[in-house]
């Protein structure tokens, strides 16, 4: 906090909520009244009186709709927290507010004129330096394409300065209404356009930007954004413009706003059609019948049509645009060595990931609705997350979906590789493994300490104590595995009928896998009769019972029955070895068959879970809720052993977590978290010696 005094030409525009007397006598309680209030030093210049509560939507939008009517002029510039100006870039504001005078595509004078940016925030870690080059090539280079020829920039966000009085004449410049306007910004920019403005874009003059530097903190960023182009696609404004533009502009319109994120949407899925059509062919045995098939086997233009593809796929197209935008300012060679040095510190890993955070949020919120504002806080400070955060940040956008994923890859392997080598495997699969790796670590891999012995340590006594706790009222999901496992089922009870059933046919994928893979163990002697389907889910069935019984057992049973208790639990443990003995004797079960029975019945009990969360009103009536949430538990508790116990053997080794520091931040960051560790320990030894 700074002292309002100390810059008398400052002004502060809030909303004042006053508490005054009745005027209906009748009623001796006070009524609330609400003030536009400007204010400067300490002196009220303007203070108006509002029809009510102001604040129907966003925080954002309502304060700039608010404040618009104590602005002065005719140009209006917004400016976010996060950004910076310069005594020389502002020299030139007034070379750009004559640009209002200019008809720019001959026709219509502008209503807004964009302005590039200068990512200050690129030499904290790489993340923040991807982010920084990635925005680089989207404010420059990217908006001049999309303003012109294209005649599509909108307003996203930047020091845009709009034409007060036409805005000011046709709604303001930012719309208000809670979750369809989540990104409030473009909106502006749609209204501009669907009301014959002109939005230009002016490289000359520029105003630095505060990037997110944390992974967790772009993340949010990334998931408000998909969120945002998620009720974009719903929303009335995309489809007027689509009806009011031309062919070409049409298309423009839809492939820079929500077509790439349907693109993104698109790209996933078909990974996920890939990997089940895999699955498809290598149990049904088409996959080993075409193998032996020459016209097959020998596709020349088929092969040629598949390298080419997969050169494409690095990525390489993708980056051409920020190559071309950095060697124009900078020089091809200084273009080349960020490219090659961007590839050395992970950019793949990272965009890699970030891809998973548009498709989740922009699927969800095309299914259920329910955008919400994710406040990123745009720390500059790069801080330790813990296990349990990482856990609830990414758990449903990626770690569910990277360990589906991982059971597909690895029965596709179990019942192929009789039939086809290692290497054919290994080109077929890369891209996807790669994939699941990066949905699965890059979390603890971009995590400053993230493999440091001592933070593993605490990270899982955290972790236990999460997941451990019982939610309920005023507990925060940041207490609670309950009270986050409810509110992540949020957008599932303000979903339409279509969403939930979606949600249900979704799901059937498991059952469908599990419907494949029992009839390939070799205990069913490969028979196709429905029985053995049946007796599939007569295990299931059984094996929910049992766990519902030991868990009423440990909610029944206080401490003077735990003798009790232990014995049924022994009692069921003896029954499921004898069981297990008497397969292996005489249904001859074996190894590979005990691993599919677990890989079958897991992802069937995921799918099962997330019918009855879409069926949450119909289940809790039947009672059964509470074994939905033991089950869940038992799943969560499953997964983050799986994610935990690679990064904690990683952390035995003192070298990974030293590489790590230097590989992904800067110099600055890295001796100021050695030097931490340093003085760390002697507090830890000091405070030992004087308890001695």
Known sequence: MFPIDRYPSLRVAYIDE???????????VNQKVYYSVLVKAAQVIYRIKLPGPAILGEGKPENQNHAIIFTRGEGLQTIDMNQDNYMEEALKMRNLLQEFLKKHDGVRYPTILGLREHIFTGSVSSLAWFMSNQETSFVTIGQRLLANPLKVRFHYGHPDVFDRLF????????KASKVINLSEDIFAGFNSTLREGNVTHHEYIQVGKGRDVGLNQISMFEAKIANGNGEQTLSRDIYRLGHRFDYFRMLSCYFTTVGFYFSTLI????????????LYLVLSGLEEGLKNQRAIRDNKPLQVALASQSFVQIGFLMALPMLMEIGLERGFRTALSEFILMQLQLAPVFFTFSLGTKTHYYGRTLLHGGAKYRSTGRGFV??????????????RSHFVKGIEMMILLVVYEIFGQSYRSALAYVLITISMWFMVGTWLFAPFLFNPSGFEWQKIVDDWTDWNKWISNRGGIGVPPEKSWESWWEEEQEHLRHSGKRGIVAEILLSLR???????????LSMTKKAKTKSVYGISWCVIFLILFVMKTVSVGRRRFSANFQLVFRLIKGLIFISFMSILVTLIALAHLTVQDIVLCILAFMPTGWGMLLIAQACKPVVQRAGFWGSVRTLARGFEIVIG???FTPVAFLAWFPFVSEFQTRMLFNQA?????????????QRKDRSSRNKE
């Open 18 to 28: 006053v508490e005054e007397p009745n005027k209906d006598k009748t009623k001796k």
């Open 669 to 681: 960051f890295s001796r100021g978290l050695q030097i931490s560790r340093i003085l760390g320990g």
């Open 641 to 643: 052993l799986l994610l």
């Open 510 to 520: 498991f059952f469908i896998y599990q419907y494949g893979l029992v009839y390939h």
């Open 267 to 278: 790209t996933v899925l078909t990974v996920y059609v890939f990997l089940y059509g895999r």
């Open 382 to 395: 790069v801080f330790h997350a813990k296990f349990a955060d990482n856990y609830r940040l990414y758990s």
């Open 167 to 174: 805005h000011l004449t046709r709604g303001g410049i930012s």
